[in-house]
């Protein structure tokens, strides 16, 4: 049972476009939601995350927006440089309880960026 | 100055062997996580620690043992390995149990049994 789910396990986009990738979830007890980026043989690190009080959050070439009615949020990069190409994971916590620090993954969007 | 570190980064094992995966941070968090990733790339928390307290502790066979001497380690320690084991195993950890708070992750340990 998914509850965070990245539907298109790949998305390709020429180097210098916007990379778009999407993420949705089921359970509203998640209030904290965060991207993170994969290179092969490497552990997730950290891009950027968004409280559920807002609805966007920008650093730098990546922007969050987070749609709470359609549970639906997204990871905007501009530009994307051949270098972006990696696995992007979404990622989901709840509050309260001893779920407390537990993230929710989705199964991940490969993007290659291509010259 | 690798914030997470994991041992070993490869692991081929025979079924039935007992193996252990250790995991060390020198960031300072309070709490430490066991994620694995399996052949689907699902990646599902298995474990957290919260100060060498188990504060998470998911549907995962009795075979799986964590352990944490401090606040800084937090090994995983497998008996009677089968293939299903085989997967990724990815230590983090976070500087809080709280929201707002991201994990930090290992390279991975990618688990091979045969």
């Known amino acids: 049972d998914q509850q965070v789910k990245q539907n298109s396990p790949s998305l390709s986009v020429q180097e210098g476009r916007i990379s778009i990738l999407n993420c949705d979830y089921t359970?509203?007890?998640?209030?904290?939601f965060l991207w993170y980026k994969k290179y092969p043989a490497e552990g997730p690190t950290f891009l950027i995350s968004?409280?559920?009080?807002?609805d966007k959050n920008e650093d730098g070439r990546f922007t969050v927006f987070l749609n709470k009615s359609a549970k639906h949020l997204s990871l905007h990069i501009v530009p994307s440089p051949p270098g972006d190409s990696a696995v992007y994971f979404c990622?989901?916590?709840?509050?309260?309880?001893?779920?407390?620090?537990?993230?929710?993954f989705g199964r991940g969007t490969q993007l290659t960026v291509w010259p | 100055d690798t914030a997470v570190s994991q041992t070993p980064k490869y692991l081929v094992t025979q079924m039935g062997n007992d193996k252990s995966i250790k995991c060390e941070q020198n960031?300072?968090?309070?709490?430490m996580y066991w994620y694995k990733q399996d052949s689907k790339k699902f990646l599902k928390i298995m474990f957290s620690?919260?100060?060498?307290?188990?504060?998470i502790n998911e549907t995962v066979p009795n075979r799986f043992s964590p352990k944490s001497p401090d606040k800084a380690h937090l090994n995983l320690h497998i008996n009677s390995l089968e293939l299903g084991d085989s997967a990724v195993y990815f230590c983090?950890?976070?500087?809080?149990?709280?929201?707002?708070?991201?994990?930090?992750f290992g390279q991975g340990t990618r688990l091979t049994v045969v």
């Open positions: 983090a950890s976070s500087p809080a149990r709280g929201i707002g708070t991201e994990a930090f």
């Open positions: 359970n509203s007890m998640f209030d904290y």
């Open positions: 968004i409280s559920s009080i807002k």
């Open positions: 990622a989901a916590s709840p509050h309260g309880g001893s779920t407390l620090g537990r993230l929710y």
């Open positions: 960031l300072g968090h309070d709490t």
């Open positions: 620690y919260n100060n060498k307290e188990l504060i």
